[in-house]
């Protein structure tokens, strides 16, 4: 036992610990609000635990809007995702330990580091897209602004920490769960923001770059409004200028983002785009340019990827509809056989040119169309365009359209439409991220023979091309044959495109072979499918014939791999 200089007995090996409480209730500065009380320290706390949550916020912005950019450039959503947020969250382990040597000066560090943030988090997504659309690369820009953004984001936690005790000491672990809760309910915000707020109304590049001034906001507020006390004049005019610095920066980078935006597109096509639309759904764009012959070769791409050419979309759409309703005329059932096909369903095809190949047969009495962007058919009943192309077909009496999911569509059928349709059209996009495989999934296609298909009706999907991703084209048939359908494959040459494949598919429960290729009902004036053509494409060279992989499933895209693996080798 020691006495101390009033003559009271303490344990010495109590002492390191009193000295510490000790510490922790000494004030080691000024403090802050020295007249303000504690209803004063109440809102300063309220105020920087406000901030953390907006800067949480923005943090998972720029890591949503990285995934986003990633999947509409290259395609890979798991990739994209998985990549972006491993990378994040390492990169969020180092800035906590570089912001170590900061905490001694926490105001000075978080006004630079949060200037930071906002630079360059905002431009996180407009590097990425010019890496991609003028050097070619995309995969080292991301990681760079993974690492770089995960690093600064990671050192606000540390400072935030250090001056919400410098507002009011308490144990280490009450400060933590306060922190990490408004870190966590503004990573909700902001994670709901992106998607419902941000893409819509401002698109990926503006929507980044709208989070940078926030952080910037939360900077100003914290150093001066939480902290005015603690700077001198010269300090606090130096963040202040620093913060300016990075709003003028940001401010023309929202400014500039829909010129660069145009022209990093146009390096994407070789035509000139007449039409570009970015919805929450995809990237839609229009090129036009002169042919040698003075027509105008107008083409459709989503995402990037070529959907039509004008030159020879026609051969395409004759194609994937005329021989599923030919199947259908020829006997496919007793209720079709009479006037062909009454009733088609078409899943996909929003630009509306399959549905003008359709109303060319005359006994077709309804189509319904299930497509999941409106804007896609919207496009296609106003532009010119598509309009020109597609003749007006969504605008037809015998048409229905709704904007939904296919997916859920079909498993929500029901009433008078379930299981009422003779000729169903699966015209989706390649296959090449994890939302367009679940379309080409055995379960889709169970569904649309239980649920959809009419007595004695036919199926008929695009599945790629069997010469550039033959794995994939066979895929199709090994997922229609694992839903239970029978199906006969075939492929034709479009020129845009190339060799092109489809399959004709019928219930295995009720045909023991698969339906017949033909033209029966075809109406007159095709300009490419004749009896001698669909003969021909029923057959396969050696080095593109049946092959033995596996189908595709929701747990098991094997297609997604497929799709990737085949068109990366060309």
Known sequence: MVSDRHGRRSSAATRPEDRWIQAQRRPTRRPSHPAGGAAMKRGARALLLGAAGACAACALIYELALVALGGVLVGSSVTQTSLVVSLFVFALGLGALAAKPLLSRPLGAFVVIETGVAVAGGFSVLVCYAAFAYAGIYTPAVVLMSLVCGTLVGAELPLLMELLQRVRRQAAARAVADLTAADYIGALVGGLAFPFVLLPLLGQLRGALAAGLLNLVCAAVIVLVVFRGDLSRRHRGGAIAVLTLGAVAVGAGLGYAGRFEVSARQQLYD????????????????????????????????????????????????????????????????????????????????????????????????????????????????????????????????????????????????????????????????????????????????????????????????????????????????????????????????????????????????????????????????????????????????????????????????????????????
């Open 271 to 570: 035509d000139p785009i007449v039409v570009s639309e970015r919805t929450p759904y995809q990237e839609i764009d229009i090129t036009e340019s002169a042919t040698f012959s003075g027509t105008k070769d107008v083409r459709l791409f989503l995402n990037g990827d070529l959907q039509l050419s004008s030159r020879d979309e026609y051969r395409y759409h004759e194609a994937l509809v005329h021989p599923a309703i030919g199947a259908a005329t020829a006997g496919a059932g007793p209720g079709t056989r009479a006037r062909g096909p009454r009733r088609v369903l078409v899943l996909g095809g929003g630009d509306g040119m399959a549905v003008r190949e359709i109303l060319r047969h005359p006994g077709v009495e309804r189509v319904q169309l299930v497509d999941l962007d409106p804007a896609m058919t919207r496009l296609a009943r106003r532009d010119p365009r598509l309009r020109r192309l597609n003749h007006g077909a969504l605008d037809d009496r015998r048409v229905t359209v709704a904007n939904a999911d296919a997916f859920t569509w079909i498993r929500k059928l029901d009433g008078a439409d379930a299981r009422s349709w003779d000729v169903i059209v699966l015209d989706f996009p390649d296959p090449d991220d994890q939302g367009l495989a679940r379309l080409y999934s055995a379960e889709l296609y169970g569904m649309v023979r239980t649920r959809a298909l009419a007595p004695g009706g036919v199926m008929v999907v695009q599945s790629g091309s069997p010469y550039f991703a033959p794995d994939a084209f066979w895929s199709v048939g090994r997922t229609l044959e694992l839903a239970g359908w029978r199906g006969r494959p075939y492929h034709v040459d479009v020129p845009t495109f190339g060799d092109w494949g489809f399959w004709l598919a019928a219930p295995a429960a009720v045909r023991r072979s698969p339906p017949p290729l033909t033209l029966a009902g075809a109406p007159r004036g095709l300009r490419f499918l004749t009896p001698d053509v669909l003969r021909a494409a029923a057959t396969f060279a050696p080095d593109r014939g049946p092959r033995d992989v596996r189908p595709t499933t929701l747990d098991r895209p094997a297609i997604l791999d497929y799709t990737r693996k085949g068109w990366a080798d060309y």
